[in-house]
């Protein structure tokens, strides 16, 4: 044999080496503590299972008992993929994360729940009164909605924060606050037992989604395209498309960073 073949042998056992290397280690992905555990795992592995046999590449779940947890390990770059909030993308974007995808042809807006037995309709119940919210940093379950009650309609609303949308829909059905912040997706996937409990009172204006986001520090570009193809076409098979009904998603766009100039504009902070 000679020695160009015994080379060429050896470069192609070291790269195939490298490659399963690269398939077998993990990739985080972090998902907003929008509901408890339990819920995120059940409605994510199944998208987080198609990622992986369409990317060749090894995507594993992970989620925090808060969103002010989540918060943490976001400015911390824990995670090396993530689904984060509109505003925490143009937060943490700043640390590093750049965005995948998007949710295709969606505006993310904030809804304001109450029991269904509440005869009121106008907002102006709620002056003066507490509300429940899944965090502070909530965008458009906590942030918009607070911003509006608040600074526009000057109706001195008090904020709890109970950690996640369903405990803030759990709250307002057993009747624990007047009312609470969530959005329509998880207002949806809230269990039907008791989302019979609660009505939307209120829906505020519509900005960028969520942020389908990776580390730039800890993530190549070549996993980043492996991503982003598999994640936009789940939409093409039925197998991906039930997956993604499982999150009240239709399918993924490729998207750019400026995409969420919308919400810079408004000037928020954690």
Aim: proline share 3%.
């Amino acid at each position: 044999m000679s020695r160009s073949t015994i080379l060429l042998v050896m470069l192609t056992i070291l790269f195939q080496t490298q490659t399963l290397f690269a398939k077998d280690k993990e990739i985080t992905l972090g998902i907003v503590p929008q509901q408890s555990a339990r819920v995120l795992f059940k409605n994510w592995m199944p998208l987080i299972k198609l990622i992986n046999q369409q990317s060749g590449l090894n995507v594993v779940f992970r989620t925090d008992k808060s969103i002010n947890d989540f918060q943490k390990k976001l400015a911390q770059g824990a995670y090396d993929i993530s689904y984060m909030n509109p505003l925490h993308y143009v937060v943490f974007n700043k640390v590093g994360y750049l965005p995948i995808v998007k949710a295709k042809g969606k505006r993310i807006k904030g809804i304001i729940v109450t029991h269904k037995d509440n005869p009121k309709t106008s907002l102006d119940q709620l002056k003066g009164k507490e509300m429940a919210f899944p965090s502070k940093g909530a965008f458009a379950a906590s942030v918009i909605i607070r911003g509006y009650l608040n600074e526009q309609l000057k109706l001195g609303i008090t904020p709890k924060y109970v950690n996640s949308h369903d405990s803030v829909y759990d709250n307002v059905a057993r009747k624990n606050f007047v009312a609470g912040g969530g959005v329509v997706r998880t207002f949806k996937s809230f269990k039907k037992s008791k989302s019979q409990n609660i009505k939307i009172l209120h829906t505020t204006k519509g900005y960028t989604p969520h942020a389908f986001a990776y580390n730039s520090k800890t993530v190549d570009l070549k996993a980043v395209k492996l991503l982003q193809s598999a994640l936009v076409k789940l939409s093409n098979t039925p197998e991906g498309k039930a997956a993604l009904k499982k999150l009240k998603i239709k399918g993924w766009e490729a998207a750019t960073d400026s995409q969420w100039d919308d919400v810079r504009a408004l000037n928020l902070s954690l």
